[in-house]
């Protein structure tokens, strides 16, 4: 399975942003999709994850401004960032993983990541 990540770049505090995330290879449409970040001096942090019925769940830094979907049909997974702040600048990376809990604890396969800078 490769990822493919895009769309990051600068954007300013209270616009919007979409990364999205595209799954080739031996992909599966049961699969959970991930997102992370990391920022410069940081850990890798979970941001949001999706399951194969479009169930999702968010940390809680981002809850309500971030939003994950997918077509399962274009294997395709977007990160629609709304009203993002400073300190959201990081590396997003996007994942996979068989199972919902998996995705958070133990990505299978990883994407390359994308640059996101947030100005205030």
């Known amino acids: 399975v490769q990822l493919q990540a895009s769309g990051g770049g600068l954007v300013q505090a209270g616009g919007s942003l979409r990364l999205t995330c595209a799954a080739s290879?031996?992909?599966?449409?049961?699969?959970?999709m991930g997102w992370f970040r990391q920022a410069p001096g940081k850990e890798r942090e979970f941001v949001g994850r999706i399951n194969w019925g479009g169930g999702t769940d968010y940390a809680d830094s981002v809850k309500g401004r971030f939003t994950i979907s997918r077509d399962i049909a274009k294997s395709t997974v977007w990160l629609q960032m709304n009203s993002p702040k400073p300190e959201d600048t990081a590396v997003y990376y996007c994942?996979?993983?068989?199972?919902?809990?998996?995705?958070?604890?133990?990505?299978?396969?990883w994407g390359q990541g994308t640059q996101v800078t947030v100005s205030s």
């Open positions: 994942a996979t993983a068989p199972t919902t809990g998996g995705v958070r604890t133990r990505p299978h396969y």
């Open positions: 290879g031996r992909t599966s449409s049961n699969n959970a």
